[in-house]
């Protein structure tokens, strides 16, 4: 168990549909990233928030967008969804800047775009 | 684009050593090297990192060449279970910007 809890693990919808993935980091860490993994596209990063402030963007679509609370929990919205946005979303935490400590996977949501 | 370049498979009897090599030739002097495997489609599973020494730690041994242009990964007595594709990634710690970078990997098959 890594600590970082990911919700829903399965999510099903249909094209033109928003979604709400929840993503609570490991005790203490501040440094929440968003990942995608895709069949054709491996693990790509999408997003790096940090105590509440966005730091760094990778490959996020304009329809894809998301926040991290005061509380630390971050959440990826994804909207008008699309057949190829299809994939295993994975959320990582880590200590913050200024350290080597790793970042902690959870076990991902799994979107199904029917 | 990965900075590390690894075997797409490898092959490991249960019960021997398995050794996952990664190159990583255009390494700076403040990047780190860390590990990470990922089994099936659960999420990324750290293992170890370092920056020079060798390391150890209850899943898995680091050796990186002095050269720090090569590194190897040892599973001292592999199980089925290890059976996962590894990653090799490099990073630079302390810029809170960076992510990790996921290459192709060595998917690694512990046979019975």
């Known amino acids: 168990d890594s600590g970082v809890t990911q919700t829903p693990k399965h999510l099903i919808t249909a094209t033109g549909q928003r979604v709400t993935l929840r993503c609570s980091p490991r005790s203490g860490d501040l440094s929440v990233y968003w990942y995608q993994q895709s069949l054709d596209q491996g693990l790509q990063f999408l997003i790096h928030?940090?105590?509440?402030?966005?730091?760094a963007k990778g490959n996020i679509l304009e329809r894809f967008s998301a926040q991290q609370f005061p509380d630390l929990h971050s959440e990826l919205n994804l909207s008008s969804l699309e057949l190829g946005d299809s994939a295993l979303y994975f959320c990582a935490s880590s200590a913050g800047q200024g350290t080597s400590q790793p970042q902690h996977f959870g076990d991902g949501t799994r979107l199904s775009i029917l | 684009d990965a900075k590390t370049t690894q075997p797409p498979s490898m092959d490991c009897a249960e019960g021997r050593a398995a050794n996952l090599p990664c190159n990583h030739s255009t390494i700076s002097g403040n990047e780190y090297v860390y590990w990470y495997r990922q089994i099936h489609s659960q999420g990324p599973q750290y293992i170890i990192h370092?920056?020079?020494n060798n390391e150890t730690n209850e899943m898995a041994s680091l050796i990186i060449t002095e050269d720090r242009k090569s590194s190897t990964l040892i599973l001292p007595h592999a199980t089925l279970r290890d059976t996962a594709v590894y990653y090799c990634?490099?990073?630079?710690?302390?810029?809170?910007?960076?992510?990790?970078?996921f290459g192709k990997g060595t998917r690694l098959s512990v046979i019975a």
């Open positions: 370092g920056l020079k």
């Open positions: 990634i490099v990073r630079v710690p302390f810029s809170g910007n960076t992510p990790l970078v």
């Open positions: 928030y940090y105590n509440g402030e966005e730091r």
